[in-house]
């Protein structure tokens, strides 16, 4: 089994900057990749950035350019820097993890970003 905890959320006016953080716990070793979502209101669930076991990585096209997705493997820990935000970035931003040779599927809490003035 695979935890997964964030933090980071918050309010930031347009333009500002957040990092999400994502701590894993439990069977790390068989994570294949970890993967930052988000949820507006009235809104389905959307991929935002994706990272693999081996470093690839993907974005959505609405945040190219923006956010950036790293990991640090000795603290267990996916991160999602949030640069120029604009308000419709607003919305509960969910990790997830995918593990074992199942492909198991894990969430987090979800944490709240609010851009606005």
């Known amino acids: 089994q695979v935890q997964l905890v964030e933090s980071g959320g918050g309010l930031v006016q347009p333009g500002g900057s957040l990092r999400l953080s994502c701590a894993a716990s439990?069977?790390?070793?068989?994570?294949?990749?970890m993967g930052w979502y988000r949820q507006a209101p009235g809104k389905q669930r959307e991929l935002v950035a994706a990272i693999t076991s081996g470093g690839s990585t993907n974005y959505a096209d609405s945040v190219k350019g923006r956010f950036t997705i790293s990991r640090d493997n000795a603290k267990n820990t996916v991160y999602l820097q949030m640069n120029s935000l604009k308000p419709e970035d607003t919305a509960v931003y969910y990790c997830?993890?995918?593990?074992?040779?199942?492909?198991?599927?894990?969430w987090g809490q979800g944490t709240l970003v609010t851009v606005s003035s």
């Open positions: 997830n993890a995918l593990y074992s040779e199942e492909y198991l599927e894990v």
């Open positions: 439990g069977s790390i070793f068989s994570i294949n990749a």
